[in-house]
Structures are given as C-alpha cells and as structure tokens.
C-alpha cells in the first residue's frame, strides 16, 4: 500500500505561481511512477506531469515550458511547480503513484488562477 498527501495549492493570480507537494508514504520501494493530474469541473481528469522512477518525464503541451516536475526520493516527495499560472490552469490536481498493476491517488488540491 502506498499513501499519498498532497499540500501547496491555493488561490493566485494570472502569471503567478504555485507549487505543489506530494507525500509517499508506506512501500514506496514499489513505486515506478508518480505524476499529477488534473480535472476541472465538467471535464475529464487529464495527465499534466509525470516521473519515472528512472528519470524519465514527460509534459502535458499545455504546460510545457511552465510546469517543472521533480522528486526528491531521500524524502519521497514529488513536487510540481507551476509558473506563468493561467486561468485554464484552474482544477483540482491529483498525485498519483504507479506500480506493478496498481494506481495510488491522493486526496487532491485546488489551484484556482484568477484575478
């Protein structure tokens, strides 16, 4: 079993920046990937970020050159920052952690980007 906290979303304004948190706890030696999602109301929960364990990534296009993610694994936290906010960047993002047939999800964060 693995846990998951996420921490860091709020309320910013256009251009601005957020950055988001998420806690792995429990058998974490199991995990290949983590990553974000995100959904907004009425839409579908769509793939923004995600790691894999040996280092490869990969972006959403609509936030490329925005969004940075990144794993400290000394303290099974990924992070994701979010710079150059924009209002349809507005959802609740999810972390996620991937093993051999099992998907993790954590309790979700709004980010709200408005003025």
């Known amino acids: 079993q693995v846990q998951l906290v996420e921490s860091g979303g709020g309320l910013v304004q256009p251009g601005g920046s957020l950055r988001l948190s998420c806690a792995a706890s429990g058998s974490t030696f199991s995990i290949n990937v983590m990553g974000w999602y995100r959904q907004a109301p009425g839409k579908q929960r769509d793939l923004v970020a995600r790691?894999?364990?040996?280092?490869?990534?990969s972006y959403a296009d609509s936030v490329k050159g925005r969004f940075t993610i990144s794993r400290d694994n000394a303290k099974n936290t990924m992070y994701l920052q979010m710079n150059n906010l924009k209002p349809d960047d507005t959802a609740v993002y999810y972390c996620?952690?991937?093993?051999?047939?099992?998907?993790?999800w954590g309790q979700g964060t709004q980010v709200t980007v408005s003025s």
């Open positions: 996620y952690a991937g093993t051999l047939g099992t998907t993790y």
């Open positions: 790691i894999f364990t040996l280092g490869t990534i």
